[in-house]
């Protein structure tokens, strides 16, 4: 297999032409937030980042299938921004499919109920497991193995341990499930950090972990994207462009963000990817 790097450059590829179409096709099993980005990078990195590696074979052909169980992707975003999403994927080339339930993955494809497509490449985006020190802990666990935790985000009949992040099944004071994500899983340690010292010092507990949820994002490609924070909703160049703000925002010491900013500012300009080939044994 060849290998793919980030960085540096190299001539052009001399890949054999192949008759075999899963070499170049692509499967991502997931249609949230997390599956329409790599949909959505990979057709870019077809489409432009690769169009002009290869002697023989035309990268931007390459078969891009975003395979979701529900009726729609980006469940957790409204409808208009959702359907904006596919009409996006589907004019870079992305074929979403939509109640299409995965029941197997092996090494030559994907199997669907009632279907099958062949491919080299799955890429799963439809949630992750909880890590085998979570699923041995005592007590209950969801079906991904997390821990059911109490409203302070315990281990029950375990105060003094506590379970954050992709490992705990937790719950806000509303009843809403904490969904697995980095801005949950921060505010879950600052949530224990402040039980902890409230102990030590022998304050009172503070109420139970509540979620606050910012807001959804997803970049669908160049100059591309679908931005939810309460009543606000965009969808295009302008969500794109806070998206992007956002994200250097949150970087941390200013120099960081200059450079960011003015790297990827390089990149959407020139059409430039660090999207290269090794060949060789």
Not at 32 to 50: F, H, Q, Y
Request: glycine share 12%; charged share 20%; with cysteine.
């Amino acid at each position: 297999m060849r290998s793919i790097s980030a960085g540096g450059s190299c001539r052009r590829s001399s890949a054999p032409n192949s008759p075999d179409p899963a070499l170049t096709t692509f499967v991502v099993v997931g249609g949230g937030p997390t599956g329409v980005e790599l949909a959505g990078a990979i057709a870019e990195i077809a489409r432009d980042a690769l169009k002009s590696e290869f002697r023989h074979i035309e990268p931007a052909a390459s078969r891009i299938v975003l395979v979701e169980a529900g009726p729609r992707i980006l469940p957790t975003f409204p409808d208009r921004l959702a359907a904006d999403a596919a009409r996006r994927l589907a004019r870079y080339g992305v074929e979403v499919m939509t109640g299409a339930r995965v029941v197997d993955i092996d090494a030559a494809g994907v199997t669907l109920d009632g279907s099958r497509i062949d491919a080299s490449t799955v890429l799963w985006a439809a949630g992750v497991r909880a890590a085998a020190l979570v699923s041995g802990l005592p007590g209950d666990h969801d079906r991904a193995g997390r821990a059911l935790v109490g409203a302070d985000l315990s281990l029950p009949g375990f105060p003094d341990v506590f379970v954050i992040g992709d490992g705990a099944a937790a719950s806000s004071a509303d009843g809403a499930a904490v969904p697995g994500i980095a801005p949950a899983a921060k505010q879950m340690g600052a949530y224990v950090g402040s039980v902890i010292a409230r102990r030590l010092s022998g304050r009172p507990p503070p109420p139970p972990f509540g979620y606050r949820h910012a807001g959804d994002l997803a970049t669908i490609g160049r100059g591309a994207a679908v931005v939810r924070l309460g009543p606000l909703q965009l969808t295009g160049l302008p969500g794109w462009l806070f998206w992007g703000f956002i994200h250097v925002y949150f970087l941390i010491g200013l120099r960081a963000r200059f450079f960011v900013a003015l790297d990827w500012l390089w990149s959407y300009v020139t059409y430039h990817r660090g999207a290269r080939l090794i060949t060789g044994a």
